[in-house]
T-cell receptor, first 113, second 114 residues
Framework: AQKITQTQPGMFVQEKEAVTLDCTYDTSDPSYGLFWYKQPSSGEMIFLIYQGSYDQQNATEGRYSLNFQKARKSANLVISASQLGDSAMYFCAMNSGYSTLTFGKGTMLLVSP | DTAVSQTPKYLVTQMGNDKSIKCEQNLGHDTMYWYKQDSKKFLKIMFSYNNKELIINETVPNRFSPKSPDKAHLNLHINSLELGDSAVYFC?????????????FGPGTRLTVT
């Protein structure tokens, strides 16, 4: 069984600062993928970034980077230079093969001016 | 061009009614999904279809019946609606479900049962 744990219900950050959203996972599959999604107040689910379990380098997408530490089973999302528009709920998720996405409970990020 | 679309966006109905939610994707993906997001924002898979065939059916009441007329469409029909069915339902799609690809979500359908 797969499990995703997000221990931060809420996070606050000031505009232009960097913020790290924590995510730990548990799986017995050797091959898996880790994902981060953003859900703004409008409700849609926006795919941000993906990390494969065999990827040697940490994934980056613009201001988003994934700090992947396989031995610790963590996949933290780092948002650099936060913007007001980054205020949203952020979900960490994983899957492997034909399995579907298993989501964490989410972290609400609030960016203040 | 919307990649994954759902209709309706909002659905308000009374207990006991039957309703359907439609989903279409124009990404050429092979696999489609239905997820339920509860009032605490927790997302949980309900069904997964690959090339019109059901491959995953989580513990969902049999009042919920997915139907995939073709690989671009996955509809969700709900019979005898109950108060606890109130939630946001998301459709999603991805490339071949046998490998690991990101899933793209529709805008969601907020179902309210009164």
């Amino acid at each position: 069984a797969q499990k995703i744990t997000q221990t931060q219900p809420g996070m606050f950050v000031q505009e232009k600062e960097a913020v790290t959203l924590d995510c730990t996972y548990d799986t017995s599959d050797p091959s898996y993928g880790l994902f981060w999604y953003k859900q703004p107040s409008s409700g849609e689910m926006i795919f941000l970034i993906y990390q494969g379990s065999y990827d040697q380098q940490n994934a980056t997408e613009g201001r988003y980077s994934l700090n992947f530490q396989k031995a610790r089973k963590s996949a933290n999302l780092v948002i650099s230079a936060s913007q007001l528009g980054d205020s949203a709920m952020y979900f960490c998720a994983m899957n492997s093969g034909y399995s579907t996405l298993t989501f964490g409970k989410g972290t609400m990020l609030l960016v203040s001016p | 061009d919307t990649a994954v679309s759902q209709t309706p966006k909002y659905l308000v109905t009374q207990m006991g009614n039957d309703k359907s939610i439609k989903c279409e994707q124009n990404l050429g993906h092979d696999t489609m999904y239905w997820y339920k997001q509860d009032s605490k924002k927790f997302l949980k898979i309900m069904f997964s279809y690959n090339n019109k065939e059901l491959i995953i059916n989580e513990t969902v009441p049999n009042r919920f019946s997915p139907k995939s007329p073709d690989k671009a469409h996955l509809n969700l029909h709900i019979n005898s609606l109950e108060l606890g069915d109130s939630a946001v339902y998301f459709c999603a799609s991805s490339q071949d479900g046998g490998r690991i690809y990101e899933q793209y979500f529709g805008p969601g359908t907020r179902l309210t049962v009164t």
